[in-house]
């Protein structure tokens, strides 16, 4: 969702600005802009479509050289794509860019209507906006107008703003959306995340909600609304710039899937001590855990895919109740929480506001809370109780994968880990699964990547069609959910997952001649009744491929059109070794539709907004 970047310093600000909402594309946006000026009313240049476009139109500007600026990638919410509604806003006064949705935006331009403002675009940041004028006008004074103006606003909200006669100053401030700050020997920047900075620097301010950050060329400085200096931790990141960038692949999807063994390899053994998973997170103490009552899980997106992957094994291995939820939902009932339970949530980016919501519901109600993040520092990360990162490095493309592989994995090594705790499991049994997770899984998944020709033929064949099912059984079923909604969102094929047995009770009236249907089967208890699902779904007309293990294909007559295989090393985790052959299927199915497979649209990568 939008993206920020601010810079006041030595270089060149366009040069950094531009590199940096390029950075922050993978984001998901529609439209883009700049302010660029170190005295007096900055120039705006701002357009709808591609970051090129914008390039195109600074470049016919011929700008002098600006050392500040503020930047925007816009992923639009209220009023549409437009030149228009485009960021930067700017009023007599300031100019400004913004990340969130002010909540009470109709409220505060009726207020500022009466006062005599008018406003041009569709935008709700626009009241934002004309508030902050208001109150400079008022106040003649930048903190000061910026304090009190976000105080009457409700909703989230990272803003960078440049007022008309403050010279050699930006300001920010942030309320639930995310924003970065850095200061280097070339200037001070700010982000709305790292990726925009790592060609600067590794080490970066996370500031509170409600705290004012002052850049300069020589320092930040960092506010309360008392006008006191506060002073964020400073963290080192250690992610590095080439790990956000392509790297020779085609697309970063394709380079992400590719990062998937070692991702695994990475995650899984830093919380193993002695082949048995260990964590520091106090929820997942000896004690903590034996009180544990019931598990929640919730999630969205992928994340929520493998959700659904840790209530299969928590339950299965640990034998704990796991309720599972999308967190869009969780706070939409009255949830059944109890003081015994324990919350996870799960987030690549750490900054869906949705999940950030259920997160605080389960807070407010006194539920501990541990939270599964990619991003570190992040506002999930921040917000629970404990944190458990994975290891998977930067993930651009849109489309989420191998996030999501680690996840499973991080959830499976929770699950484990309860298992020996309560004595479901011995400290042996629990070792032969973690070499699985460690070693044989991540090689598994090697192999698919590299042998992936089928894969590529099995995706020429669907990218045409307009429906597709996936159906499964257990986890195959499970990991069937993430296999459609990758398919969805990159190569705009409508499917659906079924558990397979489900089918008959109704959606098997939509199969008809030549549907594709995606029929995992790796999971040999099920095997028996997957081949009885084909056949249903075969003798109304349609077109089955199957993804299964080299075993299985051995020792069972697969009726269908085309078999895809992997190897099934992984054991009871070979569910993700047919998770990255879906992913590849869904990747060379977008591929050959010639689409934007790293940013397919309307999407975006961190869903700031509920
Ligand atoms: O950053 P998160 O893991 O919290 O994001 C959750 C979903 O928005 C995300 O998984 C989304 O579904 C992806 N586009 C899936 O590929």
């Known amino acids: 969702m939008c993206g920020i970047i601010g810079f006041i310093g030595e270089d060149n ?27 007096g009313k900055p120039k705006i240049i701002k357009s709808a479509g591609r970051i090129s476009v914008l390039e195109e139109k600074l470049a016919s500007a011929s700008l002098p050289v600006f050392h500040r600026g503020i930047a925007h990638t816009r992923w639009a919410t209220h009023g549409g794509v437009s030149d228009l509604n485009s960021h930067p806003h700017s009023s007599d006064s300031l100019s400004l860019v913004h990340n969130g949705i002010i909540e009470n935006y109709y409220e505060l331009e009726s207020m500022l ?24 006008r008022r106040l003649h004074d930048p903190e000061k107008a910026i304090f009190k103006a976000i105080s009457g606003i409700r909703g989230s909200f990272a803003f960078a703003i440049i007022f008309n006669d403050v010279k050699e100053k930006i300001y920010a ?123 929640h899980v919730s999630a969205c997106g992928t994340a929520m895919h493998a959700g659904l992957i840790g209530k299969r094994l928590i339950e299965e291995l640990a034998h704990i109740p796991v309720n599972i939820e999308t967190a869009s939902e969780f706070r939409c009932r009255s949830q059944i929480l109890d003081k015994r339970d324990l919350m996870i949530v799960l987030s690549q980016s750490g900054e869906t506001a949705d999940t950030l919501s259920s997160l605080a519901y ?16 992040s506002s999930i990360a921040r917000s629970a109780d404990d944190v458990i990162y994975t290891k998977a490095g930067p993930e651009i493309a849109v489309a989420s994968t191998k996030a999501y592989t680690v996840q499973c994995a991080v959830l499976a090594l929770i699950a484990l880990h309860l298992a020996r705790i309560k004595k479901r499991m011995t400290a042996d049994e629990v070792r032969t699964h973690t070499i699985l997770l460690s070693s044989s899984l991540p090689s598994a998944i090697e192999k698919v990547i590299s042998e992936s020709d089928g894969i590529k033929d099995a995706a020429n064949d669907i990218c045409n069609a307009e429906h597709l099912f996936f159906i499964g059984r257990g986890s195959d079923s499970d990991v069937c959910a993430e296999g459609s909604l990758k398919l969805k969102e990159i190569s705009y094929i409508h499917s659906e997952a079924y558990p397979a047995g489900e089918l008959k009770h109704g959606t098997i009236s939509l199969i008809s001649d030549g549907i594709p249907v995606i029929a995992c089967a790796c999971n ?48 009871p985790y070979t569910f993700l070794t047919a998770a990255s052959a879906m992913q590849l299927l869904a990747y ?12 397919p649209r309307n999407l975006a990568k961190s869903v700031t907004v509920e």
């Open 113 to 136: 209507r009466s006062e005599g403002y008018t406003f041009s675009s569709e935008t709700d940041t626009e009241a934002a906006l004309m508030l902050i004028d208001y109150e400079y």
């Open 588 to 599: 060379h199915a977008s591929a050959k539709k010639g689409l934007d497979v790293d940013k």
């Open 173 to 295: 401030v942030r309320r639930q959306s995310p924003l970065i700050a850095a200061h280097t020997n070339k200037g001070s920047f700010i982000a709305s995340d790292v990726t925009a900075l790592l060609p600067y620097t590794k080490d970066i301010y996370r500031p509170e909600d409600d705290v004012l950050i002052i850049l300069s060329k020589d320092k930040t400085e960092f506010k309360n609304k008392n006008g006191d200096a506060v002073y964020p931790i400073s963290e080192h990141v250690d992610w590095n710039e080439e790990e956000a960038q392509k790297g020779g692949f085609p697309h970063f999807m394709l380079k992400e899937i590719s990062e998937i063994p070692d991702s695994v390899r990475k995650t899984v053994s830093s919380y193993l001590a002695d082949g048995i998973p260990y964590f520091d997170a106090a929820s997942l103490k000896e004690d903590n855990v034996l009180n544990i009552g019931r598990i």
């Open 13 to 39: 600000a366009s040069d950094i600005l531009i590199k940096g909402l390029k950075a922050l594309e993978y984001r998901g946006y529609d439209s883009s802009g700049v302010a660029l000026g170190d005295d």
């Open 362 to 377: 389960a807070k407010e109600r006194g539920v501990n809370t541990l939270a599964i993040v990619n991003v570190f520092g």
């Open 524 to 571: 040999e208890d099920t095997c028996d009744k997957m081949i009885s699902s084909i056949r249903e779904v075969r003798s109304r007309g349609a077109r089955v491929t199957v993804l299964t293990t080299n075993k299985l294909a051995k020792s069972h007559a697969f009726p269908c059109d085309r078999i895809i295989t992997v190897d099934d090393e992984g054991g």
